[in-house]
């Protein structure tokens, strides 16, 4: 910003494509625990916390519409990085994109 290099497109684009990713992992998050049994109606984080499955609040069919769209966002701003800042992104992206599809399951 003092340097006045500071580009809105860039920034708005980096922070809502890791919005859309973290939307994205706590998803996975949800259907893994569900699975899993380890969210179910008496545990405390759906005590404080929605739980779209666990809730009813959309079927598995809806739910995997849902997260694809959040995860396209996230691909499509990530590629328009990528095509604006180089290899560097793709790194972020790939580590990124590691730990959202493998922190709850198998790691």
Known sequence: WRARAFQWDLWLATVLGLMFAHATNNLLNDYTYSRRGIDTDNYYRNQYGVHVL??????????????????G???????????????????????GAFFVLFYTWPL
């Open 54 to 71: 666990e809730d009813g609040l959309m079927n598995e069919r809806q739910f995997w519409r849902y997260l694809g769209v959040t995860a």
């Open 73 to 95: 966002i996230a691909l499509q701003l990530g590629a328009w990085l990528i095509s604006q800042r180089s290899v560097v992104t793709i790194n972020l992206m790939l580590g």
